[in-house]
């Protein structure tokens, strides 16, 4: 019988302690009118700096700084398959919000952020693309190493539709919806870093490497999109998983309900 007595109050323990970290997440929440865009901002600042390292287990927010990539695959310059195996993205915690405004008369938010990025890990890449041929003078690739870019001064300015849904518990959300999001973006500089980059039997992991360190912004140009439409989401996910679980009267000092 002590046993059982035992257990029980060890999960009315953790319930109890799960329940006061979720209350004290929203209740250090700043509250914004929502015309008020500088208070907007510094809401989602504080946001994604308070969960960045720790997550919000109970509401199965994970930590996103480092972001842990597992088997994310990508296409770049047409027909080239880039797999990361393994790796991190850091520095998301210290991403700058510029700008974040919602206008719910006409559904739509918009946003602008710049941050500093370091992606690293394992990578596995082949396949062929013409585009190759002028550049290494072989249309085939292959390689299975390790990989490095820093990201300085990444800069997106993003648009995307926004709605407000009433859930059946009683309380509104925020509702965003990224299909349809439109954006732009810009980076200051980019620095790479790789090994076992092979063309036959030929490890020309050097002469890539130099060649995109001085030809960076070409180079992104050319298949920077694929890595920004990735980034795009898992950062969306991230700020969906979240308020998609914390309604308005957490943030928003309005009664919103017209806007449902």
Partial sequence: MQVYKMFFLKIAFLLNTLCLYRAA???TLPKCDYKDDECLKKLLEKTILDVAKTGIPEYDVP???PLQLSNVSLTVLDSLALTITDGTVKGIKGCNINSFHVDFEKHAG?????CDLTIKGHFKLSGSSPTLQGFFGSSSIGGDGKAKVKLEKVTLNVDFPLHLVKKDDGETYLKF???DVKYTYDIGNAL???EKIIIGKEDISAL???YMNDNWRSVLKTFGKVF???SMEYYFNFVTRIFDQISTKHFFTNDLS???
């Fill in 25 to 27: 997440f929203v209740d």
């Fill in 63 to 65: 930590p996103v700084d």
């Fill in 110 to 114: 918009s946003q602008s952020v710049t």
């Fill in 177 to 179: 919806d990224f299909k």
């Fill in 192 to 194: 790479f870093a790789a």
């Fill in 208 to 210: 890539v490497v130099s």
């Fill in 228 to 230: 920004v439409d990735k």
């Fill in 258 to 260: 017209s806007y449902v």
